[in-house]
């Protein structure tokens, strides 16, 4: 059992989870505690050891379904007369027969149409020993697995689903329903709306129990370390922003609020324990009163906290698309935070978008208010980071001063246009910092039409922000 | 733990693995019983990595429809199981929306309390809209939940 935590531990590490020798530790010691044949009770005793966020269950979640995968022969379906008391009374014996069909025929005696038929009953009635006996022969039926393929089984789930049709299997349950409600007093629209979640709650179920009957049989097919690399994911903040899925960038804005508010409280912090402020002559002489008037220990003042201005220039350009939402929802987040927060996105041309960011609820209404009206096209909208940065000197480059810092966001592919780098070197004059921020892989710098390689010589610093975790860094390091 | 100052993680490293205080005056006062202490946080801001290696962990989600019943049961006096029902179904609907501030189980509470007193037996479209503004608080939320659900615009 030892050996298998270690082994899982070191599978968590892989994944990405920061599991340090002490919560290993205290695993070891938990599951001393827990009956082995909980398996419930296994996984949370784990969990609560050795995963400290909540943004990484569900990593730590796959490798558990994969490490201690229910390794126990098939639960034979014969159970299923005893096991299915909320069955409705009519369908318990026919369905007995069928199992004990499927027990020896591997499914294959099932006809998609009965199986079908097994899957709305068992959604009907929301059994869950129904639902994974048929999630068993679907998978038996549908997916067609192959032994010893080293996959993920992604698309093993993707075609046992095509094949169910759930969408046509929800249709038909929401029919029925309706079919029942029409006889009596008919349904109100609240009615209706709470009977398809439930049942597409119920079909999340089922679609879960295949996931996991899926799982099972590659882990017996290929053992629990092979499968565990394949189904592997990036953690949310290791995600790069620039390829990220839909899912993924969801998943990312759930975890961008708590960590701008901890950028936040790190940026305050820093602000508060600067140095000193100048001498406080009043209150030198008030304290020299005790030693008979010589100031042997002089008062200094507080330094007035600096209100840091913070300008942010973004590319919006098609190259950097997925990013541009991304840092979009990321000016929101700061702006939410500081006081002062002048957000500016460009392509050739270069438009103010402060104004978008004022009052918002959603920050998504805002992105999608930007991409209508922001004026950023000047001729023919691929990015120009030479116009747009001289547009944005000559525009608003008098209201940089020495309290603001410069973010600027892009991949700095210029199509090949002029760079005007000496407008980078001027705002640095005038600015505190200047930062740019770069979504691209550093190895890709300076290939092609990137040209960050010129800009880089007038920023105080360039860095690579592709995941959640670089931002972190980025801004833990700042002064 | 949200509102807590950082520098306040950093002194309760100490407190939670050494169950000590070390006073610089007075030297080190160490629990002569082994305190079970409990952190809680909204999850506002992220915990330093120090302090969360130095606790065990439990994420809290919002209870499944099952759950939510019982709580609304237990924690409602007078309250029909058919409305119990009704109420945790309801608000299940509401957090798949895509809301600004979905409904916490302390609001389904209130809800189902205002409901009793209200005297509304069945949860219906008017019962519905006229009380939505105790589960959820904010303009855009209540328009859409009201949008998608009840259909009205």
Same mark, same amino acid.
């Given at each position: 059992m030892l050996d298998l935590l270690s082994d899982f531990v070191t599978e968590l590490?892989?994944?990405?989870?920061?599991?340090?020798?002490?919560?290993?530790?205290?695993?070891?010691?938990?599951?001393?505690?827990?009956?082995?044949?909980?398996?419930?009770?296994?996984?949370?005793?784990?969990?609560?050891?050795?995963?400290?966020?909540?943004?990484?269950?569900?990593?730590?979640?796959?490798?558990?379904?994969?490490?201690?995968?229910?390794?126990?022969?098939?639960?034979?379906?014969?159970?299923?007369?005893?096991?299915?008391?909320?069955?409705?009374?009519?369908?318990?014996?026919?369905?007995?027969? @069928?199992?004990?069909?499927?027990?020896?025929?591997?499914?294959?005696?099932? +006809?998609? =149409? !009965? &199986? %079908? *038929?097994?899957?709305?009953?068992?959604?009907?009635?929301?059994?869950?020993?129904?639902?994974?006996?048929?999630?068993?022969?679907?998978?038996?039926?549908?997916?067609?697995?192959?032994?010893?393929r080293p996959v993920g089984g992604t698309y093993y789930l993707y075609r046992t689903l095509r094949n169910l049709e759930l969408d046509a299997v929800l249709a038909r349950l929401m029919e029925q329903l309706r079919d029942q409600a029409a006889t009596g007093v008919g349904l109100t629209e609240l009615e209706e709306r709470l009977a398809a979640d439930e049942y597409k709650a119920r079909i999340e179920t089922f679609r879960r129990a295949v996931e996991t009957e899926i799982r099972r049989r590659l882990v017996e097919d290929r053992g629990a370390e092979a499968l565990a690399r394949s189904v @592997?994911?990036?953690?949310?903040?290791?995600?790069?922003?620039?390829?990220? +899925?839909? =899912? !993924? &960038? %969801? *998943?990312?804005?759930?975890?961008?609020?708590?960590?701008?508010?901890?950028?936040?409280?790190?940026?305050?912090r820093?602000?508060?324990?600067?140095?000193?402020?100048?001498?406080?002559?009043?209150?030198?002489?008030?304290?020299s009163l005790s030693t008979g008037g010589v100031p042997i220990e002089p008062r200094f003042r507080h330094p007035?906290?600096?209100?840091?201005?913070?300008?942010?220039?973004?590319?919006?350009?098609?190259?950097?698309?997925?990013?541009?939402?991304?840092?979009?929802?990321?000016?929101?987040?700061?702006?939410?935070?500081?006081?002062?927060?002048?957000?500016?996105?460009?392509?050739?041309?270069?438009?103010?978008?402060?104004?978008?960011?004022?009052?918002v609820v959603d920050p998504a209404d805002a992105v999608a208010r930007i991409n209508q009206e922001a004026d950023v096209i000047w001729v023919d909208g691929h990015s120009d980071y030479g116009h747009a940065l001289t547009e944005f000197h000559r525009r608003w480059g008098t209201e940089v001063t020495a309290r603001s810092s410069l973010l600027l966001l892009g991949d700095a592919r210029n199509n090949y246009h002029a760079t005007q780098?000496?407008?980078?070197?001027?705002?640095?004059?005038?600015?505190?910092?200047?930062?740019?921020?770069?979504?691209?892989?550093?190895?890709?710098?300076?290939?092609?039409?990137?040209?960050?390689?010129?800009?880089?010589a007038h920023c105080d610093e360039v860095v690579e922000v592709r995941t959640l975790r670089q931002l972190e860094h980025f801004v833990g390091n700042l002064t | 733990m949200d509102r807590v100052e950082l520098e306040t993680e950093a002194l309760l490293l100490e407190v939670l693995s050494e169950y000590q205080v070390s006073i610089p005056e007075l030297g080190t006062v160490r629990a002569t019983r082994l305190p079970m202490v409990f952190l809680t946080s909204n999850n506002t801001r992220e915990l330093s990595e120090a302090l969360k290696r130095r606790c065990l962990y439990l994420h809290i989600d919002y209870p499944d429809l099952d759950r939510e019943r019982a709580i609304?049961?237990?924690?409602?006096?007078?309250?029909?199981?058919?409305?119990?029902?009704?109420?945790a179904r309801i608000v299940r609907s509401l957090r798949t929306l895509d809301l600004r501030k979905a409904p916490?189980?302390?609001?389904?509470?209130?809800w189902a309390r205002t409901l009793v007193i209200l005297g509304i037996e069945t949860i219906g479209a008017a019962g519905a809209r006229d009380t939505l503004h105790i589960l959820l608080k904010y303009q855009v939320d209540i328009e859409r939940a009201q949008k998608e659900l009840l259909s009205v615009s």
């Open positions: 590490r892989r994944a990405g989870l920061p599991v340090s020798m002490t919560e290993h530790l205290d695993a070891a010691e938990a599951i001393g505690h827990i009956p082995l044949e909980d398996r419930d009770g296994l996984k949370y005793a784990l969990a609560a050891t050795l995963v400290k966020s909540s943004s990484h269950w569900r990593a730590f979640e796959t490798a558990f379904e994969v490490f201690f995968a229910l390794r126990t022969a098939h639960r034979g379906i014969e159970g299923l007369g005893e096991d299915g008391d909320g069955l409705p009374p009519e369908g318990d014996g026919e369905l007995g027969g @069928r199992g004990r069909g499927h027990g020896s025929g591997g499914g294959e005696a099932m +006809t998609p =149409e !009965e &199986l %079908a *038929e097994m899957l709305f009953k068992s959604l009907l009635s929301a059994d869950a020993a129904l639902m994974n006996a048929v999630a068993r022969g679907a998978v038996d039926r549908y997916a067609g697995m192959e032994p010893g @592997r994911k990036p953690l949310p903040e290791d995600i790069d922003v620039m390829h990220a +899925t839909r =899912e !993924e &960038l %969801a *998943e990312l804005h759930r975890v961008l609020h708590p960590l701008s508010r901890k950028l936040a409280v790190r940026l305050a820093k602000r508060r324990d600067g140095r000193k402020g100048p001498l406080d002559f009043r209150a030198t002489m008030r304290r007035r906290p600096a209100k840091p201005e913070i300008f942010v220039i973004a590319d919006i350009s098609g190259s950097v698309a997925s990013f541009a939402r991304f840092t979009l929802h990321l000016v929101y987040a700061i702006s939410s935070q500081f006081s002062k927060v002048r957000s500016f996105v460009f392509v050739d041309g270069i438009d103010e978008v402060t104004r978008f960011f004022e009052g780098t000496w407008v980078v070197e001027d705002l640095r004059q005038r600015a505190r910092h200047v930062y740019w921020l770069n979504p691209e892989p550093r190895h890709y710098w300076d290939s092609g039409d990137s040209v960050v390689g010129e800009y880089a | 609304v049961r237990a924690r409602v006096p007078g309250i029909t199981e058919e409305l119990a029902d009704q109420v916490s189980v302390s609001e389904t509470l209130d």
